[in-house]
């Protein structure tokens, strides 16, 4: 909504372009994107320029789902927006049971909650009754993990078994983490992820025991 809009969203669609063409790009829609409190406007808006605001993909046998966390967090101006996408998750999630999936992987914005399933609700966590429902139905489904950002510093924990992970950011810090991003290993049988910082990546890379990991799956 403000009158550079146009031109940052150019900047950043020219530096992706030097991404190397091996590395497919995955968007996921948070509040800069389609606002605190979406509309059917800015949704659209979003996937025009970005493609969906929630689709799932498989790769070598894991499953991961992307959701528009904006529609857990305030969906007052579009709630036919929110329903439609609780209809696809579900469907999803059924897909997911019916095909034995390795693992299932989920990527939202917003954290279901920081550091502890039960604390109290804040600008940077889903409310507490959308979060309840949400971490059961992923429990029940066999999620094993859920990225996040939006709290543009790391935190984390877990509910039963489900992973939050939540990464800091690559640009603008709030915390006392620097800038960086995380590197995530998915193997049959487990999911690791290390926070890097970006001189870290530049002087040394990533850590062996991933560089190890990830031979092993070739």
């Given at each position: 909504g403000?009158?550079?809009?146009k031109?940052?969203e150019?900047?950043?669609?020219?530096?992706?372009?030097?991404t190397?063409?091996?590395?497919?790009?995955v968007?996921?829609?948070g509040n800069h994107?389609?606002?605190n409190?979406?509309t059917?406007?800015?949704i659209?808006?979003y996937?025009?320029?970005?493609g969906?605001?929630?689709?799932?993909?498989?790769?070598?046998g894991v499953f991961?789902?992307v959701?528009n966390?904006?529609?857990?967090?305030?969906?007052s101006?579009?709630?036919?927006l929110?329903?439609?996408?609780?209809?696809w998750?579900?469907?999803?999630?059924a897909?997911?049971?019916?095909?034995?999936c390795?693992?299932?992987?989920?990527?939202?914005h917003?954290?279901?909650?920081?550091?502890k399933?039960?604390?109290?609700?804040?600008?940077?966590n889903?409310e507490?009754s959308?979060?309840?429902e949400?971490?059961?139905?992923f429990?029940?489904?066999?999620?094993?993990?859920?990225?996040?950002?939006?709290?543009?510093r790391n935190a984390g924990?877990?509910?039963r078994g489900?992973e939050?992970v939540?990464s800091?950011?690559?640009?603008c810090q709030?915390?006392?983490?620097?800038?960086?991003?995380?590197v995530?290993?998915?193997?049959?049988?487990?999911?690791?992820?290390?926070?890097?910082?970006?001189?870290?990546?530049?002087?040394?890379?990533?850590?062996r025991?991933?560089l190890?990991?990830l031979a092993?799956?070739?």
């Amino acid at each position: 909504g403000t009158q550079w809009r146009k031109d940052q969203e150019q900047d950043l669609k020219n530096v992706l372009k030097n991404t190397d063409q091996d590395i497919p790009l995955v968007f996921v829609s948070g509040n800069h994107d389609v606002g605190n409190t979406p509309t059917k406007e800015t949704i659209d808006n979003y996937c025009k320029n970005w493609g969906d605001d929630y689709f799932s993909f498989w790769v070598g046998g894991v499953f991961f789902l992307v959701l528009n966390s904006q529609l857990y967090f305030d969906s007052s101006k579009c709630p036919e927006l929110k329903q439609a996408q609780d209809v696809w998750l579900n469907e999803q999630l059924a897909v997911a049971e019916k095909h034995k999936c390795k693992h299932i992987i989920v990527f939202q914005h917003i954290p279901l909650f920081l550091r502890k399933p039960d604390e109290d609700h804040d600008y940077f966590n889903l409310e507490k009754s959308v979060r309840r429902e949400i971490m059961e139905k992923f429990h029940k489904a066999g999620i094993k993990a859920v990225f996040s950002g939006h709290y543009h510093r790391n935190a984390g924990g877990s509910y039963r078994g489900l992973e939050m992970v939540v990464s800091s950011a690559i640009g603008c810090q709030l915390g006392e983490d620097t800038h960086g991003l995380r590197v995530v290993v998915v193997t049959d049988e487990k999911i690791v992820h290390r926070y890097h910082s970006l001189n870290e990546l530049s002087s040394q890379g990533i850590e062996r025991e991933l560089l190890d990991m990830l031979a092993k799956q070739k």
